[in-house]
């Protein structure tokens, strides 16, 4: 799905996307199994990041060894930090379902950024509705055979 978006995260100076892979490394390590759509949104936002080999090598080491939230939110900041919490929410959403050690986590970075108190909210609504928009295409395709 992640290449539909209309994507600013390669305009940023490179240690905001630095500091915005790494929090997405965060979060797909929240519930400590990282699922195959999880990893395939994850592998997709880091190729959008372009990091080099260097920073992709230390960004596979978080997710081995998940940093602090406060380690990850500490360069992410303005634009950086809300395409940060745009991601994060659809890679929790990416396996059907947020749990509540995930919403929690998001309800955190959008508090440290600052922003509104209905921030998660309009974002987690915002995904189902890409979600749903996104199946809909697949059965359009399912029927397009005479």
């Known amino acids: 799905m992640g ?3 209309p994507d600013t995260v390669h305009k ?4 905001e996307r630095f500091a915005y892979a790494r929090l997405l490394a965060y ?5 400590d199994e990282l699922t195959i759509s999880e990893m395939a949104m994850f592998e997709q936002r880091l190729g959008a990041a372009l990091l080099s080999p260097d920073q992709r090598d ?4 978080d997710l081995r ?3 602090s939230l406060e380690d990850c939110m500490e360069n992410l900041s303005g634009e950086a930090g809300r395409l940060a ?3 994060a929410v659809l890679m929790a959403a990416a396996d059907g379902n947020v749990d509540e050690d995930e919403r929690d986590a998001l309800e955190d970075i959008s508090e440290m950024l600052g922003l509104r108190e209905d921030a998660v909210e309009q974002l ?3 995904t189902v509705n890409g979600y749903k928009w996104m199946k809909e295409g697949f059965d359009i395709l399912e029927n397009l055979e005479e």
């Open 12 to 15: 940023l100076p490179r240690e």
């Open 27 to 31: 979060m797909a390590r929240i519930d």
């Open 124 to 126: 987690l609504n915002w």
């Open 58 to 61: 230390m960004i596979r080491d």
């Open 3 to 5: 290449s539909m978006l």
């Open 85 to 87: 919490l745009r991601d």
């Open 65 to 67: 060894n998940p940093p």
